[in-house]
């Protein structure tokens, strides 16, 4: 793969994810539709997006997922569905992502991995960072959308510790998709009584799963082959960037003091981890 394709790939890849924020809370800030409906409706379409890509495409028949993954899957669509029916789109990206990378270096230390003293103070400054944007006050973010964001970080990012090594991973993820479905569709029928849906937020949902989600995964998993895996990690902290921006020209969300700073020392923590990982 050219460099040029290879950016051209990556960055439209981390749109498509930064996307999924803008567009969720679009859906649920400015059209009717529900978080369980929206949620169901996002996996559903990625599932139809996902499989439709794999049909078309030549690659490794190994692969089609599980119910475990597919329960991790499903509890970060609904948990980042219903964070974002109060969290800023930025404040939401920057959790998730934050809760995500938390959840894969825990597992590192976890199986037995060291962390050098750039890593340590690295990790230090993203818990603080954390910390400091959840802290009480005018600007911070509701606990409650914090919490479910944070939910969904984990989740995700043991959906992502299980893909490891499961096959083909555009596969995979169509599989897990599929599977996810009428686990949402259960969540839709038990919230019945306070759905409410909407044409406007039922594309935007769409958008969501079958461009943000199963174009941006398929993207994804073509350039990973030719990302160094620190290039890999690094390039992700751009996504909260993005998201906050979408935030903003999409949303009309203001960019807060103290997100900015929670951005810097997060973010910055996590690349330090990241960074002093590939040397090692």
């Known amino acids: 793969m050219s460099n040029a394709r290879l950016l051209i790939i990556t960055s439209l890849?981390?749109?498509?994810?930064?996307g999924n924020s803008v567009l969720c809370r679009m859906a649920l800030e400015h059209t009717r539709i529900d978080a369980a409906s929206f949620t169901t409706i996002r996996l559903a379409s990625g599932a139809l997006m996902l499989w439709l890509i794999v049909s078309l495409r030549r690659g490794s028949d190994v692969g089609s997922g599980n119910w475990l993954s597919s329960l991790a899957l499903f509890v970060y669509a609904a948990g980042f569905s219903f964070a974002y029916v109060s969290l800023?789109?930025?404040?939401?990206?920057?959790?998730?992502?934050?809760?995500?990378?938390?959840t894969?270096?825990?597992?590192?230390?976890?199986?037995?991995?060291?962390l050098?003293?750039?890593?340590v103070i690295g990790l230090v400054l993203a818990l603080g960072g954390l910390v400091g944007l959840l802290l009480p006050g005018i600007s911070a973010p509701p606990l409650y959308g914090?919490?479910?964001?944070?939910?969904?970080?984990?989740?995700?990012?043991i959906y992502s510790l299980r893909g490891r090594g499961a096959g083909d991973p555009t596969r995979v993820t169509a599989g897990n998709f599929l599977r996810a479905v009428p686990i949402s569709v259960v969540l839709s029928l038990l919230m019945?009584?306070?759905?409410s849906l909407d044409v406007t937020g039922f594309w935007y949902a769409?958008?969501?799963?079958a461009l943000a989600s199963g174009v941006g995964y398929a993207l994804w998993y073509t350039a990973l082959p030719a990302l160094k895996t620190t290039s890999a990690a690094t390039v992700q902290l751009s996504v909260p960037v993005l998201a906050a921006l979408g935030g903003v020209a999409f949303v009309g969300e203001p960019i807060?003091?103290?997100l900015a700073l929670a951005s810097v020392a997060i973010l910055g923590g996590i690349a330090l981890v990241i960074r002093q990982r590939s040397h090692s």
């Open 13 to 18: 890849t981390m749109v498509a994810f930064a």
């Open 256 to 258: 807060t003091l103290r």
């Open 88 to 102: 800023p789109a930025g404040t939401g990206a920057l959790l998730l992502f934050g809760a995500v990378q938390a």
């Open 104 to 114: 894969m270096i825990g597992y590192g230390l976890f199986a037995g991995e060291r």
């Open 206 to 209: 769409v958008a969501s799963g």
């Open 116 to 119: 050098f003293k750039l890593q």
């Open 146 to 157: 914090s919490v479910l964001m944070l939910g969904a970080g984990v989740a995700w990012g």
């Open 192 to 195: 019945l009584r306070g759905t």
